[in-house]
């Protein structure tokens, strides 16, 4: 069946270096999502991607983040200069249509410290 | 704006209780409603989904009723088994105009003893 892949699963990195998440959706689908949950909070969105454009993005969202889809098939959250409250799991998300079921991925679970 | 509201965990449960976790929300226009699963070590799986009013959702025993006069999507289980322990999330997708996103409430961590 298939599924959503990110990587790493789980990646530490020390306060103010940058980081590349990575996901790779389910081959046909069209729209890709990024949330987080810091431990214990809710998932949050953070942005959406369709027509290698931003859709939306939330206030977290801010100049610190980027998304990127390089080659078609690999999707990408770059966090410059991470800050330590940036700890958190990272969800990767797709879905081949609009009003259709989101796939997930494992998460990225990272560590600034 | 959009939100979820799930009833706080943990919840411990002996094997065959019955289960229910609330989920009560606030949005605008007509939200698509969801229970999604995350077994341990595993990503976010849909467990069962609504798209309108009085709509139920069921898959693997749970089931959760889309009640629009109490903005509650409530799941259930007659008998839980040791395999359901998992955290549960409550999510919306506000419709239209929200790019799809979902909104999910904080999770509820369900642990099932033989």
């Known amino acids: 069946e298939p599924e959503v892949t990110q990587t790493p699963s789980h990646q530490v990195t020390q306060m103010g270096q940058e980081v590349i998440l990575r996901c790779v959706p389910i081959s046909n689908h069209l729209y890709f999502y990024w949330y987080r949950q810091i431990l214990g909070q809710k998932v949050e969105f953070l942005v959406s991607f369709y027509n290698n454009e931003i859709s939306e993005k939330s206030e977290i969202f801010d100049d610190q983040f980027s998304v990127e889809r390089p080659d078609g098939s690999n999707f990408t959250l770059k966090i410059r200069s991470t800050k330590l409250e940036d700890s958190a799991m990272y969800f990767c998300?797709?879905?081949?249509?609009?009003?259709?079921?989101?796939?997930f991925g494992q998460g990225t679970r990272l560590t600034v410290v | 704006g959009d939100s979820v509201t799930q009833m706080e965990g943990p919840v411990t449960l002996s094997e065959e209780a019955f289960l229910t976790i609330n989920c009560t929300y606030t949005?605008?226009?007509?939200?698509?409603l969801f229970w999604y699963v995350q077994y341990p070590g595993e990503g976010l799986q849909l467990l069962l989904k609504a798209t309108k009013a009085d709509d139920k959702g069921s898959n693997k025993g749970f089931e959760a009723t889309y009640r629009k006069e109490t903005t509650s999507f409530h799941l259930e289980k007659g008998s839980v088994q040791v395999s359901d322990s998992a955290v549960y999330f409550c999510a919306l997708m506000a419709l239209p105009g929200s790019n799809y996103k979902l909104t999910f409430g904080k999770g509820t961590l369900l642990t099932v003893n033989p």
């Open positions: 949005a605008t226009g007509y939200p698509s």
């Open positions: 998300a797709s879905r081949p249509t609009v009003n259709t079921e989101a796939f």
